[in-house]
Structures are given as C-alpha cells and as structure tokens.
C-alpha cells in the first residue's frame, strides 16, 4: 500500500495526522494524457500528487491551450470550493505523465477540516503561499523573458520533484513536452527548442531521454 508522505501541503503534520488524512480517501493512477476533470463539472473531488506531473490549463474555442499551472509531488488541487456550496472546476486538469495522486471527496475533507482545525490551517497556509508562487509566475510572464521563465520552471521542478544524480546534476521526469512549456510560458514551440538548445551547449543542461532533462543547479 502507498501512504501519504509528508511533502508539500503535508510537510510538518505528525504520523498520525498523515493517517487520518489517508483514511478520508483513496489512492488512484492516472496515465499520462488521461483526464482528470474537466473545466465546469462539479467540483466532487480534491486531488493530491503523490508523485507524477499534472497540468490544469484552459482551452478556448479555437483550440489554444494555456497551461496554468503545473502541479508535482506535494501539490494540492483544485485551490477552490471550500467555502462556497456548489463549486465547478475552473480549469482542465490532465496528467502529464503517469501519475499518482490520493484522491479525497469535497465531503470528506469538510468532514476533515471540521473533526481537525490545524489540518485546515496547515493547508490554509500552502495555498497561501502557493497563491503568492502564481502571482509572481503572472508578474513574471510581463516583466521577464522567455529564457528566465523556462530557467525558472526547470529550476522549480528540480527543487520540487527532481532526482540528484551527482553533486551538480539533478534528474527531472517531468512528462512534459516542447509544446507543454510553450503553452506554460505562453510562447512558441521554436522559443522553447531554441533556449533548450543554449542551455545544452552552456552545459547547463542535457537531455537524458524522452520527457526526461538534467539541469546543473549550481549553473541555472
């Protein structure tokens, strides 16, 4: 059986709160490219990566697609529906790559919060923080280049979920592909190829296989 670690929205909680959580709901895979919800369906479930890459984006009418966030081990989704009594999703949510995620009911996490209040302000306080990650990404997307976004979600996801090979180098499996950082940034597919391809000849990255990179932390 898998249990709950104590990384992100759960760090610092005791053994048995861990416990408690993980009887309120169930451990469920996701194969890359599946769906999770969709936006506007009734907002049934919360999700939790146990480990795994999840994107929530929006999608208009003509097929555009702009990745909103990018969730990895720790993260807590949907941000949305605690208080309000018949809440919808308010994007898209799909796995990036294969995927393992604990999933509780909008239910049961209210009955979870009720019967353990230092449960809901120990996640009161990442979404807190996590809010204060989104408005600075958004600043980011005006203020900085493409080269110092990209930069930035690699260096992201080697704190967040990467594995340290050597003193230097850390190992992302991060399931996502040329045309996911593009629509995460909100550029091109040739912008993203064309700084991947500086940060290989800087050495300050290598491609180690398919949806897979090697970032030199200390270089980023």
Request: charged share 20%; aromatic share 10%.
């Amino acid at each position: 059986m898998i249990h709950l670690r104590p990384i992100g929205w759960l760090e610092g909680l005791s053994r048995s709160s861990l416990q408690e959580i993980e009887t309120k709901g169930i451990i469920k895979e996701f194969h890359a490219k599946e769906s999770i919800f969709l936006s506007g369906e009734k907002l049934k479930h919360y999700y939790f990566v146990i480990k795994g890459s999840v994107a929530i984006y929006k999608q208009n009418g003509e097929g555009k697609k702009w990745i909103a966030s990018l969730l990895t081990d720790g993260d807590f989704f949907p941000h949305v529906g605690f208080n309000q009594t018949d809440p919808n999703y308010p994007g898209n949510a799909e796995a990036l790559s294969d995927s393992v995620l604990f999933v509780i009911s909008k239910q049961q996490m209210n009955t979870l919060f009720n019967q353990y209040p230092t449960i809901h302000e120990h996640l009161t306080l990442f979404l807190t923080a996590k809010n204060q990650e989104l408005i600075t990404r958004f600043s980011n997307s005006v203020l900085e280049t493409a080269s110092h976004q990209l930069v930035s979600l690699l260096k992201r996801l080697a704190s967040q979920s990467g594995e340290k090979v050597d003193d230097d180098w850390i190992l992302i499996e991060h399931g996502m592909t040329v045309q996911n950082m593009a629509e995460y940034i909100g550029v091109t597919q040739e912008t993203v190829s064309r700084i991947l391809h500086q940060l290989y000849r800087d050495n300050k990255a290598k491609k180690v296989g398919q949806k897979k990179i090697c970032v030199n932390y200390r270089l980023l």
